[in-house]
């Protein structure tokens, strides 16, 4: 708002004191009224400055792998070239170290170490966003089960399926201080990066403000209006579109950081969707749902590629007579099945499942196709 001081012309001589006193007071209150609108506009300015610095800095790759190098660099320990690690067993003296490496995984890694979902929820619940303490949860609820069978050597082994980087940090702890280690070491994920078998669960979680969350993310206003229009009638297939445009056009700076932060200024529910898809992954209960509604009678042979017996989905479809429920309690006790050494995530294997069902349709949309 541009504010303009009067000028006044009048001869002071031709006014009387109360007239002078008058027009002083008016030209008084424009100037403080001016000084107010340019420190508030100074003071955007300055805030737009200092975001987009910080937006910078998250997103720039050279920046991020950086700060990853740096972190690693931090980590390495010198071994002695013929010294074999220890198997080491979880204790309370290097969980807090653990809980500081394993972090935003918990949820992925509490499954794989067999705690059940209602479990995960708890930690989840008590943690209150710190994911830190929720990882320390997961390790002390694991280790408290398994005794002298919960070791370090078989905690990296699970944490390799979903990050090989981090799975090494964990292995130095059979030979660090485990304090030193935990102080080194920040709780943010290494990587920030959303991969292509994200996209179909955050398409679910989007489908209701993709496109103000595009506009948050700088897509135009042009595009924005032909992807609204295309897909008109199926605003999950708009948003998984808009994703998939985003990660094309940004490719290394289409971090999670940058889409909650959008997420966040249009819908903090919607943010906090996205959020838990970044923790739980791509099989989040969301997508389980969805895929529930989407599969017909081919669901059955679809748990059977799953290695499911005949009698176990027969189990299912006795404790969930409704489809819908029965496919959602078949594909969540997958999501927690230990599979063989040599085979792909629970994601991939449910993604060839798809294919082998003449699924290919469904397949694609959870591979981000």
């Given at each position: 708002m541009a504010l303009k001081i009067q000028q006044h012309t009048c001869n002071m001589n031709d006014l009387t004191p109360e007239e002078v006193k008058v027009q002083l007071n008016e030209l008084g209150r424009q100037i403080k009224e001016w000084d107010t609108c340019c420190k508030k506009e100074i003071g955007g300015i300055l805030r737009k400055v200092r975001d987009l610095d910080y937006s910078l800095q998250d997103c720039n790759p050279a920046v991020v792998e950086k700060r990853s190098k740096e972190r690693l660099d931090r980590l390495k320990i010198p071994r002695s070239a013929g010294a074999r690690p220890r198997d080491v067993v979880v204790t309370k003296e290097n969980i807090p170290a653990l809980s500081s490496i394993i972090g935003g995984l918990y949820w992925r890694v509490g499954a794989k170490l067999g705690l059940s979902k209602e479990k995960l929820e708890h930690i989840r619940n008590n943690s209150r966003g710190n994911d830190t303490k929720a990882a320390g949860d997961v390790v002390s609820s694991w280790a408290t089960k398994e005794g002298n069978s919960a070791t370090i050597k078989s905690l990296a082994k699970v944490v390799e399926r979903y990050d090989s980087k981090l799975a090494d940090c964990i292995r130095e702890l059979?030979?660090?201080?485990?304090?030193?280690?935990?102080?080194?070491?920040?709780?943010?994920?290494?990587?920030?990066?959303?991969?292509?078998?994200?996209?179909?669960?955050?398409?679910?979680?989007?489908?209701?403000?993709?496109?103000?969350?595009?506009?948050?993310l700088g897509l135009s206003t042009e595009v924005i209006g032909i992807m609204g229009d295309a897909n008109r009638d199926n605003e999950i297939?708009?948003?998984?579109?808009?994703?998939?445009?985003?990660?094309?056009?940004?490719?290394?700076?289409?971090?999670?950081?940058?889409?909650?932060?959008?997420?966040?200024?249009?819908?903090?529910d919607v943010a906090d969707s996205v959020d838990r898809v970044r923790k739980e992954g791509p099989l989040e209960d969301g997508v389980l749902e969805e895929l529930a509604t989407s599969l017909g009678l081919e669901w059955e042979a679809v748990g059977i590629r799953l290695r499911f017996t005949t009698r176990q989905i027969n189990a299912i479809i006795k404790d969930n007579p409704i489809k819908e429920m029965a496919i959602v309690a078949m594909l969540t006790e997958f999501k927690t099945k230990d599979l063989p050494k040599d085979d792909d995530t629970h994601h991939g294997v449910l993604c060839a499942a798809l294919r082998d069902t003449d699924r290919r349709d469904l397949a694609l949309r959870l591979a981000g196709k």
């Open positions: 059979q030979t660090a201080d485990a304090t030193t280690l935990a102080q080194a070491f920040s709780p943010r994920h290494i990587y920030d990066l959303i991969g292509e078998e994200d996209i179909f669960a955050l398409s679910i979680h989007l489908r209701n403000e993709y496109k103000k969350v595009a506009k948050e297939k708009g948003a998984r579109k808009m994703l998939q445009l985003w990660m094309k056009t940004e490719k290394s700076m289409c971090t999670w950081s940058r889409l909650i932060s959008a997420a966040r200024k249009t819908n903090e």
